[in-house]
């Protein structure tokens, strides 16, 4: 492949200097560190595996965890380095500059070790924390269900209590990872469970060795290899007791809880896949010359592509105030639904004008602009539609536009 190349992008652009310059001097180093192992090693192999149908390679994040990036966010005590959400998201937008699905899924199997190594129990913690990081272990949520996904109401898991333990039966979809995942937080409601009944729990629950009560079922989608979606259905499968992760009553709360910072992540990584796609767009235009001059000293073209860059920085704006109010531990309820809507809407949106603007050329392997298309697509339905995020806004609307609410 001989993509137009992205390795240095955020290196020496100041597109992101306003969320690098909220890091820490470790952190830096951290994303620095980061920004070298994708220009190596994440550049050239995801687009080959997208171009040839498949998922990025599994060596990737072999990489990934060897460096350490998986631990991200795990505390110092335990070997992690214990970095801020900042950090999170700018480490997402380095490989979202190659591939939004890969840092996709990367950036869900780092939530996954840090929600246990900070919200595990000590059994928990000693059984999977070490393997986890490492990358031996890999976790991912599985919530959505065949009839569940937004309408957590509607969820029809259980887990039985019985003398062996827990017993989990029902199906997940749409596991990011769903194919390789050996230790997913599976979401339940409780029956035979006392005055917890039909409560909510969640279940961490080991799936190394191949088991007749546990089936996968790979989701194929166009474009989205690397996500690794899959379906996972339980048939009575048992764990024991201290599988229980989010107590009875506790892991609706939790899981409502972390969402708002989902959407941001989500928001960072599209507007830094949007980056890449114009500056991808921007450097062809300007050497390619038609009618005796460069592409993009044509005005109709120049202005298509600068309503690109415009409403990028817009996104980008938004994106960092909203990742700031999370960092400073704000629920930023509106801030995360808005940056979310806006950013998906502007990235996928503004990539399609970028391959309008390089022609026929931008559907070929010698660009990114295609991935880019196809992968940025899924975007609009994880954690939240933009249907439902307008919904979460316009719920806000009297609280935090008008005046006479406003004190």
Request: aromatic share 8%; charged share 15%.
């Amino acid at each position: 492949m001989n993509a137009t190349p992205t390795s240095s992008l955020s290196g020496k652009s100041g597109f992101f200097s306003q969320l690098d310059s909220l890091l820490n001097g470790a952190e830096q180093r951290v994303v620095a560190k980061a920004r070298e192992f994708c220009a190596q090693h994440i550049a050239e192999d995801t687009l080959t595996a997208f171009c040839a149908g498949e998922a990025y390679p599994i060596s990737i994040l072999e990489g990934w965890a060897s460096q350490g990036f998986l631990a991200l966010q795990v505390p110092a005590a335990a070997g992690g380095a214990e970095a801020s959400f900042l950090c999170k998201i700018r480490l997402a937008q380095e490989v979202a500059l190659y591939s939004f699905a890969t840092a996709f899924s990367l950036n869900n199997l780092q939530g996954s070790v840090t929600r246990v190594a900070k919200a595990g129990s000590p059994k928990q913690q000693d059984a999977y924390l070490a393997r986890l990081i490492r990358g031996d272990l890999l976790g991912a949520p599985a919530l959505t269900e065949p009839q569940a996904g937004s309408d957590l109401g509607a969820l029809a898991m259980v887990a039985k209590r019985t003398n062996q333990g827990w017993v989990l039966s029902g199906t997940k979809t749409w596991v990011t990872n769903g194919q390789v995942v050996s230790l997913p937080l599976v979401m339940a409601r409780l029956v035979n469970a006392g005055e917890h009944e039909g409560s909510i729990a969640s279940f961490l629950v080991p799936l190394e060795k191949p088991s007749s009560t546990v089936s996968r079922r790979q989701i194929q989608t166009v474009g989205g290899s690397s996500f690794r979606a899959a379906e996972i259905e339980f048939r009575e499968h048992v764990v024991p007791d201290w599988a229980i992760f989010s107590s009875p009553g506790e892991a609706f709360k939790t899981s409502m809880a972390t969402i708002n910072a989902a959407r941001v992540h989500v928001a960072a990584m599209c507007t830094a896949t949007l980056y890449s796609a114009l500056a991808e767009a921007v450097e062809y235009c300007t050497k390619r010359n038609t009618f005796g001059e460069p592409l993009i000293s044509h005005q109709g073209l120049r202005w298509e592509l600068a309503e690109v860059a415009t409403r990028l920085e817009a996104a980008n704006a938004l994106v960092v105030l909203a990742a700031q109010h999370i960092d400073e531990g704000n629920a930023a309820v509106t801030l995360a639904a808005q940056a979310k809507k806006f950013a998906v809407d502007t990235a996928i949106w503004g990539v399609d004008q970028c391959l309008r603007c390089v022609g026929a050329v931008g559907t070929t392997p010698t660009m990114r602009l295609s991935m880019h298309q196809a992968e940025l697509r899924f975007a609009a339905y994880t954690d939240g539609t933009g249907q439902l995020l307008l919904d979460r806004v316009g719920k806000s609307l009297a609280k935090e536009y008008c005046r006479t609410t406003q004190g």
